[in-house]
């Protein structure tokens, strides 16, 4: 349930940041009651976001985390069994920690939100940004972008149903397309999110058309912040370092980011940005840091679910190996690994400090 210290009364105390023309002020974030603190924070994201990612990523700095996106029904069907442990797993050391939901019908998303309630979720997400295929066909994700009611109809049920104290939140991307009919159906189910008591939304600035085409759309960003006036906003999209994420925050005026793909194998943004915010130079992680947080994630797979420790973490080497001089040799080596012998050999060999 919602860690007690991490709701307070007060709003907390400005956080410096510095910027080249200037320092500027950061105002922590806040979802709802939930003092988050630092405005960068780690994106849901499916295939990716299980609980060692989380655990890692909180204890190099993100001050908040959500766990990957999971389907209405999915989490309905959910039994109590060894083999399904990973999904919907948390521990204390993560709170405050968001539990993500997608679906097509108000009732099943009802019904799962109590259920991410009473796993110990803090925030509950309501996505309306995923742009695949299956989940499009399917009328969840993205798809609800295009019809305002069903999505408000969600958003309205299971904000009800949802402790008070629990903030509701929203993904969403830029609208379906770039018509101005979208734009309004956009604007529309921002407007009464807000209303129906949504804490924050999540800004994709990308449509659901363009999937990963092209740039992400910050000057959408704006307009969504200017529209929100001192209503939360986060933004998404194209954060891969940590200045992208100030200047994010700094040209857009949202409240925060979260770090999706740009936290992929680079667990230490979360501490660049701090750092950077705080004027201070940014450290790049040697071998003896990479190869400590890599074998943190692994041991943290072992201490719940083996069976998955190394068929996720070929998975993650593979995304931390641009950080190595050798990127491409350490890439191949991850690829092949299929026991903890190999597992151990890879970091021996490429790791040594
Ligand atoms: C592999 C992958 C999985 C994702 N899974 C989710 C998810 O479960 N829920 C969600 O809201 N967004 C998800 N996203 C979208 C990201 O959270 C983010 O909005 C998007 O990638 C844009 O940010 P970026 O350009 O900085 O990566 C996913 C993105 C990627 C690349």
Not at 46 to 70: K, N
Not at 158 to 170: A, M, Q, S, Y
């Amino acid at each position: 349930m919602t860690n007690p210290s991490t709701l307070t009364s007060n709003p907390p105390a400005p956080i410096l940041s510095s910027r080249r023309d200037g320092p500027l002020e950061l105002k922590p974030l806040r979802l709802g009651n939930i003092d988050v603190g630092f405005p960068v924070v780690q994106a849901a994201l499916s295939g990716y976001s299980d609980w060692p990612m989380r655990i890692v990523a909180r204890r190099l700095g993100a001050p908040y985390t959500i766990h990957e996106v999971v389907i209405d029904q999915f989490v309905l069907s959910l039994k109590d069994r060894d083999k399904t442990k990973h999904h919907l797993f948390i521990t204390d050391e993560e709170h405050p920690v968001g539990g993500q939901l997608m679906g097509s019908e108000p009732d099943d998303f009802v019904a799962a939100s109590e259920k991410l309630v009473n796993v110990g979720f803090d925030v509950i997400d309501i996505n309306f940004g995923c742009p695949v295929k299956s989940a499009v066909n399917g009328c969840r994700g993205g798809y609800h972008l295009g019809q305002p009611d069903i999505a408000l109809e969600i958003i309205r049920k299971v904000r009800e149903i949802v402790p008070h104290e629990i903030p509701v939140t929203l993904k969403m991307r830029g609208g379906i397309d770039d018509s101005s009919q979208s734009k309004d159906q956009f604007f529309a189910i921002l407007e009464g999110a807000y209303d129906a008591g949504i804490a924050s939304v999540t800004v994709h600035a990308r449509t659901v058309e363009q999937k990963y085409i092209g740039p992400s759309n910050w000057d959408f960003l704006c307009e969504v912040k200017r529209f929100a006036g001192d209503r939360t906003v986060l933004g998404s999209g194209d954060l891969f370092t940590a200045q992208a994420c100030l200047d994010m925050i700094h040209e857009t005026g949202v409240d925060g980011v979260t770090v999706a793909r740009g936290a992929i194998g680079n667990p230490w943004i979360f501490q660049q940005a701090k750092d950077l915010a705080s004027g201070k130079e940014i450290t790049l992680p040697d071998l003896t840091e990479q190869k400590r947080v890599l074998q943190m994630q692994y041991d943290l797979h072992l201490e719940y679910f083996p069976q998955k420790a190394i068929s996720t973490m070929r998975k993650f080497g593979i995304k931390f190996a641009p950080l190595h001089a050798q990127p491409v040799e350490v890439r191949n080596a991850f690829a092949t690994i299929k026991t903890a012998e190999d597992w151990k050999n890879v970091l021996k060999q490429w790791y040594r400090s």
